[in-house]
DNA sequence: CAGGATCCGTTCAGATACTG
DNA sequence: CAGTATCTGAACGGATCCTG
């Protein structure tokens, strides 16, 4: 049997897409700001350096655990930079690179957005639920 | 016991983060685009209007589960009509609305940025792995 | 101080079956 | 054709305990 039916067409559409999307840059990004807690990690840190800790008490309600998850990545993808001091106990400095610089623009640009065209989504969202309520 | 716990601690601000976010406009259009098919569905649209079967065709790996719930939000939203002509079958169109097409713009800027800096990320991410392997 | 490792509940998305 | 309803497995995020 060679994939005839309809979950074997639907896979093999999946596979199709997830290839696709692998190589879909806007795709990858969109990814990345999904994640909870890049922009507010970004924004944060767009406005100087700062240590783990005081990063964690900057933005209110995330755990250590997806803190430091969301630094790593954001480390990985050349965003950020993580510096250690062997002080005792150990210093570590997180600091935005020119990249990541480069995309709180971007992050601007949607705020822009947002803060433009957000009230008439508010709108619409207010009537559509009256409506069907 | 007036929540003085380190868990108590981190509930009240996780409150103050929630109470936050749902002001936050920015936030609130992110956790729209972070959507996984919000994009994509947005883009399918602004090339012309089209009816469900249509979009689920053109769009490759979507369930039509997540096909409705991403339609039904967008129109919830404003960005895009939902018009049915009681037809034997019915016929079901969507498009895209002014308000769905100015958010296009800053989706076509997120697009930018990623043709542009991806190819960055991916060398300091293969830098990363190369240095942590 | 700055995490690593682990457990666990909730949430989400896909598959399946049925409807006007 | 264009959905709705339901079930279930996988992923995500939080809590807790432990380390250099």
Known sequence: MATR?????RAEAKVEYDAFMAQCKSRRLLDR???KW????LCTLGEGDLRYSEISRHIAGVSQKMLTQTLRSLERDGLITRTVT???PVTVEYAITELGRSLLVVVG???AWAETHMDQVQVHQDDYDRRTA
Do not use: H
């Open 86 to 88: 062997p002080t005792v």
């Open 5 to 9: 039916t309809a979950a074997g067409r």
């Open 109 to 111: 640009q949607m705020k």
């Open 38 to 41: 890049v922009t507010l990690v």
């Open 33 to 35: 700001l999904t994640d």
